[in-house]
């Protein structure tokens, strides 16, 4: 079965700093792009960073641009979004996806394979 599933969420203080982890299961990532999407409560999805199958291509949306850094490790099938200087604006659950055709998109159309997501809440 082939699965991604997410971790690493919680509740932070603003300013604070999570780094999520994206794993996959039944398949190997490999040959995968990978986004990070978010979707807070009453808003669309929105995407958030990207990375190429090799790590060496990665982007990402101007409201977390030096502020979050996307990675990749593939000896261990998983890709990380680090996110620092966390705003309450970015509340939100978090889900990574996976894109065979390495579109490098921002958008959800090229992704084949989603996670469930981690809720991220960023409070004092």
């Known amino acids: 079965q082939l699965q991604l599933v997410e971790s690493g969420g919680g509740l932070v203080q603003p300013g604070g700093s999570l780094r999520l982890s994206c794993a996959a299961s039944?398949?190997?990532?490999?040959?995968?792009?990978i986004g990070w999407f978010r979707q807070a409560p009453g808003k669309e999805r929105e995407g958030v960073s990207c990375i190429s199958s090799s790590g060496g291509i990665t982007a990402y949306a101007d409201s977390v641009k030096g502020r979050f850094t996307v990675s990749r490790d593939n000896a261990k099938n998983t890709v990380y979004l680090q996110m620092n200087s966390l705003k309450p604006e970015d509340t939100a659950v978090y889900y990574c996806?996976?894109?065979?055709?390495?579109?490098?998109?921002?958008?959800?159309?090229?992704?084949?394979?989603w996670g469930q997501g981690t809720q991220v809440t960023v409070s004092s």
């Open positions: 996806a996976a894109d065979r055709i390495e579109a490098l998109a921002l958008e959800s159309w090229p992704y084949d394979y």
């Open positions: 039944g398949f190997t990532l490999d040959y995968y792009a």
